[in-house]
């Protein structure tokens, strides 16, 4: 294919729900780099918050049967209807192992398969060794997800670094309004309070911690509401705001009434304007157990918030601690603690590592890089370099 010639790509996501490989896949879509090249279309479940967003963003979406399983056999056949009627080029998948099979089953197609995780069934086993013949060529959001596949077996040459990346704009900025206090009712956000900075608040104020992303048992949502008791400690008036939905709310929401947050502790549930949220916010918390990068954690790098992360995964290749974040043990709630009560005694500490933090997202993990880095990768796989 010619360097300067359009590429035809059907994106499958098997989950439905908006999350990290949802909002990848939105950002990729929207931004006039990859949209310059590439004719996409996409093919996912009816019904959840992201299907919902590609269509309201104008996004031709073809709707699959059944659930969010990676392996549904009842897609097998109008994936394989919808890639041969669409004359792609590529059939790019995010998860979904059902639309990888199918796309074998259509001449002439290619298939790129984007890792977002740590483990799975992709990295282990027999299902490392099948990858040859399921994708021609596997995008590694981080190098450890690069290196955990090449130690599983899965040929070096097939394998692409392309880091997460997130839109660097003007929207993506602190607007500097102050944060809104948000109403545990309503699931969103009222009235408004004034933000003065995670390392500037009195003991009967305290800063608004914000942590966004499933409620999953590998997200470690439960050590950050842990480590809540000893914040308030020192700030009373402290607030953690937890957005996203997932199977845990429940237990969480319980977790926090038996340690006596409920004043404290707000689920929001899905929210679909992260940067405003984050804009109001004073410190960032990722407390995963399990991360390949952390879409989320770049989101609030770019809106210049001061950040705590468990060191798993791809996390370290984003923060230098000490520089633009702080990193803590994976499932350790004290410190956790200690590094957000670090970060409110020192404020020209939380307000360099909030700046260095959206000059590394600038530098590294834009949208833009994100989408040269997944074109290339569509080169390769249709001139069959490996």
Same mark, same amino acid.
């Given at each position: 294919?010619?360097?300067?010639?359009?590429?035809? @790509?059907?994106?499958?996501?098997?989950?439905?729900?908006?999350?990290?490989?949802?909002?990848?896949?939105?950002?990729?879509?929207?931004?006039?780099?990859?949209?310059?090249?590439?004719?996409?279309?996409?093919?996912?479940?009816?019904?959840?918050?992201?299907?919902?967003?590609?269509?309201?963003? %104008?996004?031709?979406?073809?709707?699959?049967?059944?659930?969010?399983?990676?392996?549904?056999?009842?897609?097998?056949?109008?994936?394989?209807?919808?890639?041969?009627?669409?004359?792609?080029?590529?059939?790019?998948?995010?998860?979904?192992?059902?639309?990888?099979?199918?796309?074998?089953?259509?001449?002439?197609?290619?298939?790129?398969?984007?890792?977002?995780?740590?483990?799975?069934? %992709?990295?282990?086993?027999?299902?490392?060794?099948?990858?040859?013949?399921?994708?021609?060529?596997?995008?590694?959001?981080?190098?450890?997800?690069? %290196?955990?596949?090449?130690?599983?077996?899965?040929?070096?040459?097939?394998?692409?670094?392309?880091?997460?990346?997130?839109?660097?704009?003007?929207?993506?900025?602190?607007?500097?309004?102050?944060?809104?206090?948000?109403?545990?009712?309503?699931?969103?956000?009222?009235?408004?309070?004034?933000?003065?900075?995670?390392?500037?608040?009195?003991?009967?104020?305290?800063?608004?911690?914000?942590?966004?992303?499933?409620?999953?048992?590998?997200?470690?949502?439960?050590?950050?509401?842990?480590?809540?008791?000893?914040?308030?400690?020192?700030?009373?008036?402290?607030?953690?705001?937890?957005?996203?939905?997932?199977?845990?709310?429940?237990?969480?929401?319980?977790?926090?009434?038996?340690?006596?947050?409920?004043?404290?502790? @707000?689920?929001?549930?899905?929210?679909?304007?992260?940067?405003?949220?984050?804009?109001?916010?004073?410190?960032?918390?990722?407390?995963?157990?399990?991360?390949?990068?952390?879409?989320?954690?770049?989101?609030?790098?770019?809106?210049?918030?001061?950040?705590?992360?468990?060191?798993?995964?791809?996390?370290?290749?984003?923060?230098?601690?000490?520089?633009?974040?702080?990193?803590?043990?994976?499932?350790?709630?004290?410190?956790?603690?200690?590094?957000?009560?670090?970060?409110?005694?020192?404020?020209?500490?939380?307000?360099?590592?909030?700046?260095?933090?959206?000059?590394?997202?600038?530098?590294?993990?834009?949208?833009?890089?994100?989408?040269?880095?997944?074109?290339?990768?569509?080169?390769?796989?249709?001139?069959?370099?490996?």
């Amino acid at each position: 294919m010619p360097d300067g010639a359009r590429v035809r @790509v059907l994106h499958v996501m098997s989950d439905s729900n908006f999350g990290g490989a949802g909002r990848y896949l939105i950002t990729l879509l929207r931004g006039p780099e990859y949209a310059a090249r590439v004719d996409a279309e996409v093919a996912c479940p009816r019904g959840g918050a992201l299907w919902k967003s590609l269509r309201d963003g %104008g996004i031709k979406t073809h709707t699959l049967p059944g659930s969010d399983k990676s392996l549904d056999p009842g897609q097998f056949l109008p994936l394989v209807r919808i890639a041969r009627r669409g004359r792609f080029d590529i059939v790019h998948t995010h998860a979904s192992l059902v639309a990888r099979i199918a796309a074998r089953f259509v001449p002439g197609t290619r298939i790129v398969f984007t890792k977002h995780t740590m483990g799975g069934a %992709g990295s282990a086993g027999i299902m490392a060794r099948l990858q040859p013949l399921l994708a021609d060529r596997v995008i590694c959001v981080s190098k450890a997800v690069l %290196g955990e596949l090449a130690r599983s077996g899965v040929p070096r040459g097939m394998l692409d670094l392309v880091y997460n990346g997130v839109e660097t704009g003007a929207g993506a900025e602190p607007a500097g309004a102050g944060p809104r206090v948000p109403s545990a009712g309503a699931g969103g956000l009222s009235q408004r309070a004034p933000s003065q900075g995670a390392g500037s608040r009195g003991r009967d104020v305290g800063p608004v911690i914000v942590t966004t992303g499933r409620l999953e048992p590998d997200k470690g949502h439960r050590f950050l509401v842990q480590a809540m008791p000893r914040v308030l400690k020192h700030h009373r008036g402290a607030r953690l705001w937890i957005a996203g939905d997932g199977s845990l709310r429940t237990e969480l929401e319980a977790l926090a009434y038996q340690l006596g947050l409920e004043k404290h502790v @707000v689920f929001l549930g899905f929210v679909e304007d992260v940067p405003d949220l984050l804009s109001r916010a004073d410190v960032f918390v990722l407390p995963s157990l399990s991360e390949a990068l952390g879409i989320s954690l770049l989101e609030a790098m770019a809106a210049s918030l001061p950040v705590v992360a468990s060191a798993v995964g791809g996390v370290p290749e984003v923060i230098e601690p000490g520089f633009n974040g702080l990193l803590v043990p994976p499932g350790d709630a004290d410190k956790i603690a200690l590094s957000l009560l670090t970060l409110s005694g020192e404020p020209e500490l939380a307000l360099r590592l909030g700046k260095n933090a959206r000059k590394t997202v600038e530098g590294r993990f834009s949208a833009a890089q994100q989408a040269k880095g997944t074109v290339d990768c569509y080169m390769k796989t249709l001139r069959r370099v490996g």
